[in-house]
């Protein structure tokens, strides 16, 4: 009876984070403290989940990535890398992001080269963005350190007994995936539409919000009269007024004082503006606001901003900077922008204030696209040695040297000593909520695994795939863990999925390795939606993609990348050596 509420329990734990709603650490520690107060796992074992060897790896390299992002190790040569045609451009920059992502951190990799991708004129923009993260994923499966994932799959398996994953055990089936998996983005890249104002310049269509102040003479006159209708570069959407809003807007409207008036368009035609009295954009003169630094930015998924508006957080006070518009992937925004309700993945235009790089809070709330950098890179003799000195901890660790926990944190120690690191940096960019989220899913696997909820999941896949034996339950669990983690986190559902398969594999009778392998495979193959994975966030507003794109791109290298590790993985791995 325990394990059939526990089960349901879990599946009201998956319902709710597909609404998405409530964030998931939330989730996960509620969850994982409900289950501690019933009894089902104590008060030591619990704690024991966020004293995981593999949660402290895991931490120490999201520390030492603050450092290894501001080393510019791809801009050196990133406008060559798009060089050529498109196809050729496509598969070398898919095979160098896999390469770097293969040891930095996947967010770090894309954010770098998402504003070159975005202003350069070689190609569309919107043809290279969505490969760019499918292969910061792709580089991920190569090596241990290559994503969070990988790490959390680790630490289950040494919880549970298992040989500790190595440095370059997941390199045998990762490179050949990786590779069929470029070469099928290169082909599929085509089908990705060219969006408008996808030239590489800076025409990017924005929702711009001008207010009508009082004493303007065009109060009392109508659109067409005040001829805001054939606007150079501006088209005029809506009108909001007094709380309600106008929309599509009538040429016969007459306009009211305080009204606001909503355009789409060319950021850079927003100077036309100027030539209406009493119209003022964001409080200020348009070619004022246009002489200010306009950076665009992308929210990050360790951004305070998320799901509240820029009203409720004093966006100018707080950043020193106004939001001249908000975009969503092609998804036209209605209403005030101050009133919007922000998401992960939003792309922000702002007009900076002097102060604005002085804010220390701009790197853990956005990725830049376009103006100047949010914080300042290495120099070179700084680059030389930070890769350096990373580069000899996964060695140390590769050849079995030095422990990798010791020698992460040898090297972390040294970039605080250098003062390439700070301590406030660290509080600033500590990552709780991920660490909140690991070691309550490493709690809630416990209990699933305890209750007997796993090994009734593990007969359910047995029955329904016996007759097609080990391989059957095989591919049983490949499924499951591919939609999980399509519809939650990569890093919960290679917690949820990791108990069920290890029971499997027991039931079987058959070696854990290649299920423990298939989970850390499984759960980063998400290509079909762009809003389980923080890089396809980071590239769905500058590329103004459509959730379709990502299923018309997604599907084919879905399908390639999971043949590829069906077949390599019990062959590199046999269930029964």
């Known amino acids: 009876m325990t394990a059939t509420w526990v089960l349901l329990s879990l599946a009201l734990l998956v319902a709710l984070l597909v609404h998405g709603r409530l964030s998931p650490a939330l989730l996960f520690c509620g969850w994982a403290g409900g289950y501690h107060l019933l009894g089902l796992i104590s008060e030591r074992e619990l704690l024991e989940s966020y004293a995981n060897p593999g949660l402290a790896v895991l931490l120490l390299l999201l520390l030492i990535s603050l450092v290894l992002e501001r080393a510019p190790l791809i801009e050196h040569f ?53 490969p760019l993260s499918y292969a910061a ?42 590779l069929a998996c470029i070469v099928c983005l290169t082909l599929v890249a085509r089908w990705l539409p060219v969006r408008t104002g996808d030239d590489g310049g800076p025409r990017q269509a924005y929702f711009l919000e001008a207010r009508l102040t009082a004493g303007s003479p065009l109060i009392g006159r109508s659109i067409e009269a005040n001829k805001l209708r054939n606007l150079d570069g501006l088209f005029l959407v809506e009108i909001v007024r007094s709380g309600r809003l106008i929309s599509p807007v009538s040429p016969e409207e007459i306009l009211h004082a305080d009204d606001v008036l909503i355009f789409t368009g060319e950021v850079e035609k927003m100077q036309v503006i100027d030539r209406f009295p009493g119209l003022q954009v964001f409080g200020t003169r348009a070619d004022d606001l246009l002489r200010s630094n306009l950076v665009e930015v992308v929210i990050s998924s360790d951004s305070e901003l998320a799901n509240r508006t820029l009203r409720e957080v004093d ?31 939003d792309a922000l235009l702002l007009a900076a204030g002097a102060d604005f790089a002085q804010h220390r809070n701009l790197a853990r709330n956005f990725h830049r ?30 050849t079995n040297v030095l422990p990798l926990f010791a020698g992460l944190l040898l090297l972390l120690g040294a970039f605080l000593a250098s003062g390439l690191l700070s301590m406030a940096e660290i509080r600033r960019r500590f990552p709780f909520e991920l660490i909140l989220v690991i070691g309550a899913a490493l709690a809630i696997a416990r209990v699933l695994e305890s209750s007997g909820g796993a090994a009734i999941i593990s007969d359910v896949v047995a029955h329904v795939f016996g007759d097609l034996g080990v391989w059957g339950a095989f591919i049983g669990i490949y499924l499951m863990t591919v939609v999980l983690t399509e519809v939650v986190t990569n890093n919960a559902a290679a917690a949820l999925a990791f108990p069920i398969a290890l029971s499997t594999a027991h039931a079987f009778g058959a070696d854990p390795t290649p299920f423990v392998m298939l989970v850390a495979y499984g759960a980063s193959a ?8 923080q890089t396809h966030l980071m590239v769905y507003s500058p590329g103004r993609y459509r959730v379709m794109d990502f299923v018309r791109t997604g599907t084919p290298v879905a399908l390639v990348y999971g043949t590829v590790v069906l077949l390599l993985v019990p062959r590199v791995f046999p269930f029964f050596p």
């Open 78 to 130: 990133s406008d060559t890398l798009l060089k050529g045609g498109e196809r050729l451009a496509t598969f070398r920059m898919c095979l160098i992001t896999a390469a770097c992502s293969a040891f930095l951190n996947n967010t770090a990799v894309v954010s770098t080269l998402l504003g070159t991708i975005t202003r350069q004129r070689h190609h569309p923009a919107s043809r290279l963005l969505l």
């Open 369 to 398: 696209v376009g103006g100047a950098p949010l914080h300042p890179k290495l120099t070179n003799p700084q680059t030389r040695w930070v890769v350096g000195g990373f580069a000899s901890v996964i060695i140390a660790a590769a």
């Open 526 to 533: 998400g290509f079909l939606i762009p809003f389980g994975y």
């Open 137 to 178: 994923v792709l580089g991920g499966i190569t090596t241990l350190v290559g994503t969070s994932t990988n790490l959390v799959v680790n630490s289950f398996a040494e919880r549970a007994g298992l040989p500790s994953i190595s440095m370059f055990q997941m390199t045998t089936v990762g490179v050949p995936v990786a």
């Open 315 to 345: 966006f100018r006070t707080m950043f020193d900077a106004g939001v001249v518009g908000i975009r969503r992937g092609d998804k036209r925004l209605t209403g005030q922008l101050g009133r919007i309700p922000l998401r992960v993945g």
